[in-house]
């Protein structure tokens, strides 16, 4: 057994393939939407001249399009191909995020987050169902784990570079956007489609009804509710981290993406062996409890950290939870379908954008009301905690459901018992 397998699975060989290697660098994009403009939130404030509260529309208005756009996207990729949704993604979301740096009109901008969103549509679940079309069993979990932690090292780097950058420039992280233009090109020029575009159109025909059938059956839903819960926790985590550090703490943006780097190893780290999980384990279900309940922990220690130090055990604990859970969330929900699997993956990640749109206005509009009784720093310290507190129970309550559902009927390439 080879060094690199010896560290993350006998699938360790997959990291290899041109196809793969390709999707990994059109993965280095789409981590970048929220979190590169995490640490700068504090500090872009004063730039664009708007509240704390209001700063936090910077993520909603990057999430809230791939709500709508994201089943569109998978319906598309699922009828006419991976390829042309890659592309068309890549260049939506470098158009969009590199206009960032080149107006402080926040009406602009949101405008521009806006079509980074839309881009965002057509990236993050058409590389998953991609994998899904190369990869089966273990080797997809694998897969599913590297791509989620080349997700953590892009988030490891690109936050810390931009705290350190916008205190040179505001506007300089935002030219980190532009990195999908050449990769759009290698996609273009060497990227093969890993299924039959003529077998996928013809599935569609049979349409709509059958994916909602597979989607309204017990098991199926309440895994796909649970895999939002990650979304919503790490959302939580990007959007208050900042405040927690610079506000509450007295620290600097360059320490606030120390923590959104830390997150990111521990994220990256938990990812890579998801794989040698998914053998260890007869089902997936105890370790996504864990991962959650880690998640929720993390969270909540952040919440009320006295000081760096302990936000960074809570970061490791956050990250920890989120390399495992969404690495093994899209391996199970990959696995339920081969026909309508851009679909139902389309349809999990929608879930996870409603979720990561409404939980920054949900908190801002806590913030707003508890700061008037209690302070602005004790109010975002308690909603960040009581976030903490309902996501975990959420996804806890979801898995046990999933658990005690009924096996799902569907044609799928691998058992459906896994979660």
Known sequence: MSRFASLFGDDADVVGERAFL??????????????????????????????????????????????????????????????????????????????LAFTTE???????????????????????????????????????GFRFAASGLTLMVFPLLAGALV???????????????????LVWRYFEEPSDATERADATDHGVRDLL??????????????????????????????????????????QAGVLVAVTSVAHATAATQAGRITALFDSRYWPLVG??????VGLGVIGWAPSLAVALAGGVCIGLGFGVSLSLYRSVITGYTTTFRGGLVSAGASLGRVTATVTPLAMGAAVAVLSDA??????????????????????VCCLAVARLSPQVRSESRTPATGD
Request: net charge neutral; hydrophobic share 55%.
């Open 106 to 144: 926040f009406r602009a901008v949101l405008a521009l987050r806006l079509l980074q969103g839309v881009g965002f549509a057509g990236l993050t679940p058409v590389i998953v169902t991609s994998i899904g079309d190369l990869y089966a069993g273990g080797e997809e979990a694998t897969a599913q």
């Open 374 to 395: 209690m302070g602005f720093v004790t109010a975002v310290r308690w909603t960040v905690v009581g976030t903490a507190a309902v996501g975990g129970a959420l996804g």
């Open 291 to 296: 991962a959650t309940a880690a998640m929720g």
């Open 167 to 185: 205190t040179v420039a505001w506007n300089l992280p935002f030219l980190f956007y532009a990195m999908p233009f050449p990769v759009a090109v």
């Open 22 to 99: 390709l999707l990994l660098l059109v993965n280095l994009s789409p981590p970048l939407g929220t979190s590169l403009v995490s640490p700068l939130l504090d500090s872009l404030t004063g730039q664009y001249g708007v509240s704390e509260a209001t700063i936090g529309l910077l993520i909603t208005a990057f999430t809230a399009p791939s709500i709508v756009l994201i089943p569109v996207a998978g319906a598309l990729s699922d009828r006419y191909g991976r390829k042309p949704v890659l592309l068309a993604g890549l260049l939506l979301f470098g158009v969009g995020g590199t206009g």
């Open 213 to 254: 059938a597979l989607v309204g059956q017990p098991r199926v839903a309440a895994v796909l509710v649970g895999r939002s819960v990650p979304n919503l926790l790490y959302i939580a985590f990007l959007t208050y981290n900042s405040f927690v550090v610079v506000t509450a703490i007295g620290g600097s943006p360059g």
